[in-house]
């Protein structure tokens, strides 16, 4: 009993690194350690092993905090005292370091913020005219200019956002039926298949985002040239964009309203075909006429 009690005790004794897997008797210089409450041979650890798989599991990171694989018991680290100077130097590192990401995120809004504030200004010129928008502009509060510009954009995104020919189509959908003039000029052919198909969201899409935001962006100027174009008799620059701007969306929602009917339709009248059993007996027997 007392001899395996001894033997038992020997075996929890005898040193075995779980990195390395080398023992006492491999090499007798190394330091060795127990960084953690695990028992027998386990629990002991060459120290240089030990730091390499810290290194490994920090990644250069000296703040992260490193447990044992199998107890999960935290290492106790400790890095040597530092001089004054260099206590100081690590403290402003910590704070840039933990400032820097606030720092960035402040340098972006505000770049975006006077981008805003700029196409704002100019597209206040553009709708108003290059002279009456300068003069609107000096004359008006800064304050309000630096709150009203941004908000330009902001507006012409939101409005882009609004899709109001989805609730045309609708009501179209719904009404096109008692209306003989509209089906004679767009013929509905639901002979096929009555079924109402899934259609896809396009809100996550980036592509559709980007989409939005351009034709946000650039419709004060598509409003400018199709006022020029339409109503180049009057003679007013911000009445004449503001007509022009109706009629470009007027005439664009109906375009894409009538679109979108059309790929409605044909998502309803489309027909799975039968599979083509000829050229599948033909495949099939292929094969047999090489054996």
């Not at 075995?16 to 409450?37: G, I, Y």
């Not at 490994?56 to 018991?73: A, F, L, R, Y």
């Amino acid at each position: 009993m007392a001899m395996s009690r001894a033997h038992s005790q020997d075996e929890e004794n005898r040193r075995s690194c779980w990195v390395c897997f080398a023992t006492e008797e491999d090499d007798r210089d190394l330091p060795w350690t127990r960084p953690c409450r695990c028992r027998g041979t386990t629990k002991w650890v060459h120290q240089c092993c030990l730091q390499r798989w810290i290194d490994e599991k920090q990644k250069g990171n000296t703040t992260t905090k490193v447990s044992c694989p199998q107890c999960n018991t935290e290492y106790l680290i400790v890095f040597p005292t530092l001089g004054p100077v260099l206590y100081v130097m690590d403290v402003v590192d910590r704070i840039i370091y933990k400032m820097c990401p606030f720092v960035a995120g402040g340098i972006f809004i505000g770049s975006v913020y006077w981008t805003a504030v700029t196409y704002g200004a100019v597209t206040v010129m553009q709708v108003l005219g290059h002279k009456e928008g300068l003069n609107v502009m000096e004359r008006a509060d800064p304050l309000f200019l630096l709150i009203g510009l941004p908000t330009i954009p902001i507006m012409l995104i939101l409005g882009k956002m609004v899709r109001w020919e989805d609730y045309i189509l609708r009501l179209w959908r719904k009404h096109s039926s008692k209306l003989p003039l509209l089906n004679y000029l767009f013929s509905e052919d639901l002979s096929r298949n009555v079924r109402t198909p899934a259609e896809v969201s396009n809100v996550s899409d980036p592509m559709s985002a980007t989409r939005v935001l351009c034709g946000a962006l650039i419709l004060p100027t598509i409003a400018t040239i199709v006022g020029k174009l339409m109503y180049g008799n009057v003679q007013s620059n911000f009445q004449r964009t503001l007509l022009g701007g109706i009629a470009f969306i007027t005439i664009k929602g109906v375009l894409k309203v009538y679109y979108k009917q059309q790929q409605y339709l044909r998502q309803i009248n489309r027909v799975v075909l039968d599979f083509p059993e000829e050229e599948a007996g033909g495949q099939q027997a292929q094969p047999s006429s090489h054996q």
